[in-house]
């Protein structure tokens, strides 16, 4: 078979059998799967041999690159030795005792203890599993409401997309989790009106409060939020957003969760979101950059304060997965990690590439479609708007996102649209000529769609 018939193949084989997530099948079908066949560093290949910078890092999550052989051949030798061993029962193995070890060393100070999962969709189902029961043991189960934002994304289980403010999943039908209310998202270029940012941030992280006091403190048991939303679109939020929710969770005796699936391991220029935004989070659900996306793991930070209950008053945490915290996956988790410190990828995102990555973008800035470049290390957002001076966005929110999201694939870059703000989040590892390369693939994508 040739390429073409080769890729041919594939596609009818696909459409066949499999029910792709987040895809529309008719589009899909009419336009054919494209079939990644391998991927090295920044690049994906498909199988017509067309390679693509990826600006999207998969989803969000191949921090260190494609093709690192360190990866594959730990997790090769792990299989070969133990290739699955359940945590459950008062059994562990050794590369799960590790990680929990290094994973107390990079995250915030106050936070030394860790469940594992699998994705960050179940990392987020335990975040409401152990608030519950927090609150339980604490001998105030009434405090069982979380507070998240409209437009925020936490995952797709039912527990995540509860916690998510994502309409779409809210109206697929059938009840959602009860107790769980939204706030609106601090996104001052759409949503901010006449208020300076400062002043934006201040009045949406005090909807909080209002809620609090509207729901009764006792009542309401945490607070979730992504220190940069991703999925929404790479909301930043201004900066006196993050210490307002900060005052208001201490004041109240609510919970705090940061949601690190995308903001974790690096991609904001620290460790942590929480480290950039000067969060003092309570959990801490993390995911993807934390294996790298080589193989699925995810985890939930326990702080102190939660961990000392749950540890010390609970008797047993009826909860977990039969993958939880898998001896392959936590054996690349740990290699990941290993690369991430050795290769001071972190210090790279902040002190080089990070500014590197918005100087260049800053350069689309006078493009007559895109209204800022928003970014925070090496993630970033862009609105694409009718009007830059008035911040006004389309008649059809989306549709303009779309095609220019063609038109990327058409260029040899991959970004992703959220509705109509172009966005993305390159691997760690990107060069300074991949950048100038991703942006002058993206300028010709945003020149084919004025
Ligand atoms: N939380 C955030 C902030 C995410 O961005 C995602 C996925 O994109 C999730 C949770 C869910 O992770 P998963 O798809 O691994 O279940």
New binding site residues.
Partial sequence: MNQLEKTTFWQNLDQQHHIHPFTDTADLNKRGTRVITGASGVFIEDSEGKRYLDGMAG??CVNVGYGRRELAEVAYKQMLQLPYYNNFFQCAHEPVIELSKVLAEITPVHMNHVFYA???????DTVVRMVRQYWNLKGKADKNYIISRKN??????VA?ASL?GMAGMHAQGGPMLPNVVHIDQPYWYGEGGDHSPEEFGLLVARQLEEKIKELGPDKVGAFIG?PI???GGVIIPPSTYWPEIQRICNEYDILLVA?????GFGRTGNWFGSDTFDIKPDLM?M??GMSSGYL?I?AVMVGDRVADVLINECGEFTHGFTYSGHPASAAVALENIRILREEKLIERVRDDIGPYFRKKLATLEDHPLVGAVESVGLIAGMPLVADKKTRKGFEKPGTVGTICRDFCVENGVIMRACGDRMVLSPPLVISHDEVDELVKRARAAFDATA
């Fill in positions: 989803l969000w699998n994705s960050g969709s179940e990392a987020n925020a994304y936490h995952g797709s289980t995540g998510g992504e939303q991703g999925a949601d690190e699936v995308i903001c659900p995911a993807k699925p995810s």
